[in-house]
């Protein structure tokens, strides 16, 4: 209750002083994570990639252990057959008639055919083995490359991160203890305003009779309103809030 009694009894002018300090603490730190550029979005591709490529090897690792199954269940189908061809040409010789010599016959040649359908079989899945693993062979060597370029961009974001890290959390913590001060309701506004706005800025001085964000020129008379600072006024084009650009003269704390 006390603080939003102290937030109450502020001035509008100490309401848009906070709110303009606030403005500038956050632009700091827009501009220190400006440094990263798209470091952090290249690392998160990156990331990306290598994830689906882990899993592409790992589908192709399994395809080629079937197909490699596939070809040692014909191989075995193979021999036999081969087993059941000599049993069938040893029982040739010691049949009593020319319909058990025939019925012999045709399942030494059903064998036969299998074994051509088998080896047909082995040379389709040698094939696709041969091309799944040359695959597997240019994703791992891509996947290694990927790796080394994630590697090389973390580093590379690291060290900014590590540079920036005290300024960045010094800015942040200055925009919490502005935020403690600024009234729920105005807060909200400005944190909806800079969220639309493409270069984050959502309270903007009055520059050469016109609107810092957008520059659409401001009357005369709404300058004058502004430059008193009895109320907070909104540019009526892009909805950002106006200060005089005098108020540039309360700097923010470093």
Do not use: H, W
């Not at 189908?77 to 020319?98: P, T």
């Amino acid at each position: 209750m006390a603080t939003k009694s102290k937030k109450a009894e502020m001035s509008v002018e100490e309401k848009l002083k906070a709110l303009y300090d606030l403005q500038k603490a956050a632009t700091e730190v827009d501009q220190i994570r400006k440094l990263r550029g798209e470091l952090p979005l290249e690392v998160q591709d990156l990331e990306d990639e290598i994830e689906g490529l882990e899993t592409r090897i790992s589908n192709y690792d399994n395809e080629v252990k079937a197909l490699n199954n596939s070809i040692a269940e014909k191989k075995n189908d193979i021999k036999e057959s081969g087993v059941l061809i000599a049993k069938y040409e040893a029982q040739q010789s010691n049949v009593r008639n020319n319909r058990e010599f025939d019925s012999l016959s045709k399942e030494t040649e059903f064998q036969k055919l299998e074994i051509e359908l088998s080896e047909k079989r082995i040379k389709e899945f040698t094939a696709d083995l041969a091309a799944k693993q040359s695959v597997i062979e240019s994703s791992r060597q891509l996947l290694e490359d990927r790796k080394a370029d994630l590697a090389a961009k973390k580093k590379e974001l690291d060290d900014i991160v590590s540079e920036t890290k005290q300024d960045e959390e010094k800015r942040l913590k200055k925009i919490t203890q502005i935020e403690d001060r600024v009234e729920d309701r105005l807060l909200t506004a400005f944190k909806r305003i800079r969220a639309n706005a493409v270069n984050g800025l959502a309270v903007v001085p009055v520059e050469r009779d016109a609107c810092g964000g957008c520059f659409n020129k401001i009357p005369p008379q709404r300058q004058l309103d502004i430059k008193s600072r009895k109320k907070v006024i909104v540019c009526e084009y892009c909805g950002r809030i106006l200060v005089d650009n005098e108020i540039d003269q309360d700097k923010v704390d470093d």
